[in-house]
C-alpha cells in the first residue's frame, strides 16, 4: 500500500489524498468520511477537506442517501491512470511548445558537480535517453547493467552508439567493443575481489553534452558539462580506447604487448591505460595514495 501510495504522490496526488484513494479502492463498498479516516490514517479534520479534492479530480464520488449522508466511492484504477496518462501527455505536448519560448540563451556553457552513485546514474540516464544521433559510452558492466535498456531503445530509434564495455557484456548493444588490451590492472582486480569498486563512467550525447564520473569505494563523484571543449575531449577518448581495441585484436594482443614492452614512449602512454584506480589517484580521491610502480614491461608491481 505505502509503494502505490508513493506513486500516486509522484503523479500529482498528495498524500492524504492517495490515502485516502487507495482505502476507497481497497474497500470494495461505498465509505463515509469517518470510516474512511478510521482505515486510511487521515486525520479526521482532514478527511473531508481531502475526499472533496478527490471529488473535485473526479477520482472519486459523492453517493447521497435518503438521509443526506454522504458516501464516497473511488474512480475504478484503471480510468484514474488512463485519465493520468492522458493529462501526462496533453501537458507534456504543450511544455515542449512552451518552454522552449522562455528559455534564454546561457551566459557560460551549462557545468554541474555529481556527488553521489544515484545522481551520476539519473544524469546518465538523461543523457542516454535525449539522444538523436549519436551516443558514446565508456563503461563497466555494473552502470551497463542499469543504463543497458535505455541504450537499447536508442540503438532502435536510430541513434548511432558506440560502446567500450570493461569486460564481457551479459546483453550486447549497439557496436560494443569489449576492453581487453591492455587487461584490467592487477590492483583493481584485487580491490574488486574485496568488494571494492573502481571504475570510470563516460556518457557522451550527440557529441552536445557528456557526463563523466566514477565510483571509488562506495562513493562516486562526476560532473556533466555541455561545454563543448570537455565534450569534444570525452568522445575522443571513447573512440580512441575503441580504436586501441580494435588494433589490438587486428595485430593480436600478444604482438601488441610486445610492441609497446619494447617501445618506451607507448609504454609511457598505455601503462595503467584503462585502469580506473590509477585515473581515480590522480583525481585526487581520498584513500588511494600515490600512483602504483611498474614493471619495464608497463606491468603494474
Not at 590492472?185 to 573502481?198: F, I, M, P, V, Y
Not at 580521491?285 to 602504483?292: D, E, M, N, V
Request: aromatic share 6%; hydrophobic share 40%.
Amino acid at each position: 500500500m505505502q509503494d502505490v501510495v508513493e506513486q500516486l504522490q509522484r503523479l500529482g496526488m498528495s498524500g492524504y489524498e492517495a490515502k485516502a484513494y487507495v482505502t476507497l479502492v481497497g474497500a470494495g463498498q461505498p465509505l463515509n468520511g469517518y470510516e474512511v479516516a478510521k482505515r486510511s490514517g487521515v486525520p479526521r479534520s482532514m478527511v473531508y477537506a481531502t475526499l472533496g479534492k478527490l471529488v473535485a479530480k473526479s477520482a472519486a464520488y459523492e453517493l447521497r442517501g435518503a438521509d443526506d449522508a454522504v458516501d464516497y466511492l473511488p474512480l475504478p484504477p484503471r480510468s484514474l491512470l488512463e485519465r493520468m496518462r492522458r493529462e501526462f501527455d496533453d501537458s507534456i505536448e504543450s511544455l515542449e511548445v512552451s518552454l522552449p519560448v522562455i528559455v534564454a540563451s546561457p551566459r557560460a556553457h551549462l557545468i554541474h558537480s555529481l556527488k553521489d552513485a544515484e545522481a551520476l546514474l539519473a544524469r546518465a540516464e538523461d543523457v542516454v535517453a535525449e539522444a538523436h544521433t549519436d551516443l558514446f559510452l565508456s563503461i563497466w558492466p555494473a552502470e551497463m547493467e542499469r543504463l543497458s535498456p535505455l541504450v537499447g531503445r536508442a540503438v532502435e530509434r536510430g541513434v548511432e552508439t558506440s560502446v567500450l564495455h570493461f569486460g564481457p557484456a551479459r546483453k550486447p548493444v549497439g557496436n560494443l567493443y569489449e576492453h581487453r588490451f591492455p587487461t584490467p590492472c592487477a590492483a583493481t582486480e584485487a580491490q574488486e575481489g574485496q568488494g571494492l569498486d573502481h571504475r570510470l563512467l563516460v556518457v557522451v550525447g550527440d557529441r552536445r553534452e557528456a557526463l563523466v564520473g566514477g565510483f571509488a569505494g562506495g562513493t562516486a563523484w562526476g560532473v556533466y558539462t555541455e561545454d563543448p571543449a570537455v565534450v569534444a575531449m570525452a568522445v575522443q577518448y571513447v573512440r580512441q580506447d575503441i580504436a586501441l581495441q580494435i588494433i589490438a585484436d587486428r595485430i593480436g594482443h600478444e604482438s601488441m604487448g610486445e610492441l609497446c614492452a619494447r617501445d618506451p614512449e607507448l609504454r609511457r602512454f598505455l601503462t595503467d591505460h584503462g585502469c580506473a584506480t590509477a585515473l581515480l589517484r590522480a583525481a585526487g580521491i581520498p584513500g588511494h595514495g600515490p600512483a602504483p610502480a611498474t614493471a619495464p614491461d608497463g606491468r603494474l608491481l
